[in-house]
């Protein structure tokens, strides 16, 4: 692998993983008892149009039988329901409860902060390359799942 490539793979390795560790750290200083995963799964279900299995699974990137896991734990920790479509009985849908609805504020409010951050130290809104290369790899990363 050529040095670019292994820079690149370590930048981007870095980069996430600091990011993930970054925001658990500041929603348990919050207060909040759910892992990452469970956060995103929160936060895959607010994005969704219709919040069913196979969407929230499809926003995530995963299998329906891991999204119903999570699901169900999400469930028994009070942050989800499940309730039936008025219009269509057999369609089951994801609903959040008041306390995912708190969890979702603190990490939009943790991301808008990451940003902030970002653009105030590095001047990104200068650096349109820096821009359109995120936008190809997030492109990409996309296209991959």
Same mark, same amino acid.
């Given at each position: 692998?050529?040095e670019?490539?292994?820079i690149?793979?370590?930048?981007?390795?870095?980069?996430f993983?600091?990011?993930?560790a970054?925001e658990g750290?500041e929603?348990r200083?919050?207060?909040?008892s *759910?892992?990452?995963? =469970?956060?995103?799964?929160l936060?895959?279900?607010? #994005?969704s @149009?219709?919040?069913n299995?196979?969407? %929230?699974?499809?926003?995530l990137g995963?299998t329906?039988?891991?999204?119903?896991?999570s699901i169900?734990?999400?469930?028994q920790?009070?942050f989800?329901?499940?309730?039936?479509d008025?219009n269509?009985r057999?369609?089951? *849908?994801?609903?959040? =409860?008041?306390?995912?609805?708190k969890?979702?504020k #603190?990490? @939009?409010?943790?991301?808008?902060?990451? %940003?902030?951050?970002?653009?105030e130290?590095?001047?990104?809104?200068?650096?349109?390359?820096?821009?359109?290369?995120?936008?190809?790899?997030?492109?990409?990363?996309?296209?991959?799942?």
């Amino acid at each position: 692998m050529s040095e670019a490539k292994v820079i690149i793979n370590e930048l981007l390795v870095d980069i996430f993983n600091r990011i993930l560790a970054i925001e658990g750290e500041e929603l348990r200083k919050a207060g909040v008892s *759910l892992s990452m995963n =469970e956060v995103h799964v929160l936060e895959a279900i607010s #994005l969704s @149009d219709e919040p069913n299995m196979t969407n %929230i699974a499809t926003k995530l990137g995963i299998t329906v039988s891991s999204a119903t896991t999570s699901i169900n734990t999400l469930v028994q920790k009070g942050f989800v329901r499940r309730y039936t479509d008025e219009n269509d009985r057999r369609k089951v *849908l994801i609903a959040l =409860e008041n306390p995912a609805k708190k969890v979702l504020k #603190l990490h @939009d409010f943790y991301h808008q902060k990451m %940003i902030d951050s970002i653009f105030e130290d590095l001047k990104v809104e200068e650096d349109e390359v820096l821009i359109a290369s995120l936008k190809k790899v997030a492109s990409y990363f996309k296209k991959q799942q």
